[in-house]
Nanobody, 126 residues
Framework: QVQLVESGGGLVLAGGSLRLSCAAS????????MGWLRQAPGKEREFLAA????????NYADSVKGRFTISRDNAKNTVYLQMNDLKPEDTAVYYC???????????????????WGQGTQVTVSS
């Protein structure tokens, strides 16, 4: 498994942008698919985006497609989530996750995710 630490969250006005980062420890980062999920108060955890080990495959939830972009830098053991045109409904705790494939990030009610970060708060003010 890898250990994951998110950063980059904060308070932003509606229409603004943030870039989240997730730093992974361990030499196996490059073998994992990575993803981002979020959980708003009183709501279930929601898949946002995933990327394959080499970046060739990405998958996005409809709710963020066209606004959020996932990317990774295997040399830095880091995965990113660029978030543009943020809306108040994007307010949530954002989690980084690692799995053995892209589909394991978003399927099976997230039970197949191998590792989770501790989360970073994103608050979008109107």
């Amino acid at each position: 498994q890898v250990q994951l630490v998110e950063s980059g969250g904060g308070l932003v006005l509606a229409g603004g942008s943030l870039r989240l980062s997730c730093a992974a420890s361990g030499r196996t980062f490059g073998a994992y698919a990575m993803g981002w999920l979020r959980q708003a108060p009183g709501k279930e955890r929601e898949f946002l985006a995933a990327i394959s080990w080499n970046g060739a495959i990405t998958n996005y939830a409809d709710s963020v497609k066209g606004r959020f972009t996932i990317s990774r830098d295997n040399a830095k053991n880091t995965v990113y989530l660029q978030m543009n045109d943020l809306k108040p409904e994007d307010t949530a705790v954002y989690y980084c996750a690692a799995g053995t494939s892209v589909s394991r990030i978003y399927s099976d009610n997230y039970a197949s995710i191998d590792s989770w970060g501790q989360g970073t708060q994103v608050t979008v003010s109107s």
